[in-house]
């Protein structure tokens, strides 16, 4: 789908989640940065610790808690590349 954002959250030892998504939401070290399908390629270093926001088709939202490692946006999607991604515990997104 044309208006769907290919997104992947990896960290070191795993992928943690991979799928299509409506927008990603991540802060680095320059700001918090919303992701959505056809952005200008990016690089960007992680603000350590932070939290990046997956918003899926329906409205819903994968929140993980990330430490270290940057986000990669380019023509196929947006990668998260983390030191750690753990899913957020609901109360803190």
Same mark, same amino acid.
């Not at 943690?16 to 802060?27: F, H, K, P, Y």
């Not at 919303?34 to 932070?50: A, R, T």
């Not at 929140?63 to 750690?84: C, K, M, R, W």
């Given at each position: 789908?044309?208006?769907? +954002?290919?997104? =992947?959250?990896?960290?070191?030892? *795993? ?5 299509? /998504?409506?927008? !990603?939401?991540?802060?680095?070290? *320059? ?5 959505? #399908?056809?952005? &200008? #390629? !990016?690089?960007?270093?992680? =603000? *350590? #610790? &932070?939290?990046?926001?997956? =918003? +899926? $088709?329906?409205? *819903?939202? !994968? ?7 940057? +986000? &990669? ?7 998260? +590349? $983390?030191?750690? /991604?753990?899913? /957020? ?5």
């Amino acid at each position: 789908m044309a208006n769907q +954002l290919a997104v =992947k959250v990896v960290a070191v030892e *795993e992928r943690v989640w991979s799928g299509e /998504a409506e927008m !990603l939401v991540a802060r680095t070290t *320059e700001g918090e940065i919303g992701v959505l #399908p056809g952005h &200008s #390629p !990016l690089l960007g270093l992680l =603000k *350590e #610790p &932070s939290q990046v926001r997956v =918003k +899926l $088709a329906g409205g *819903e939202q !994968l929140t993980y808690d990330v430490t270290g490692g940057f +986000l &990669s946006i380019d023509a196929d999607g947006v990668t998260v +590349l $983390a030191e750690s /991604a753990t899913p /957020a515990a609901p109360e803190s997104h």
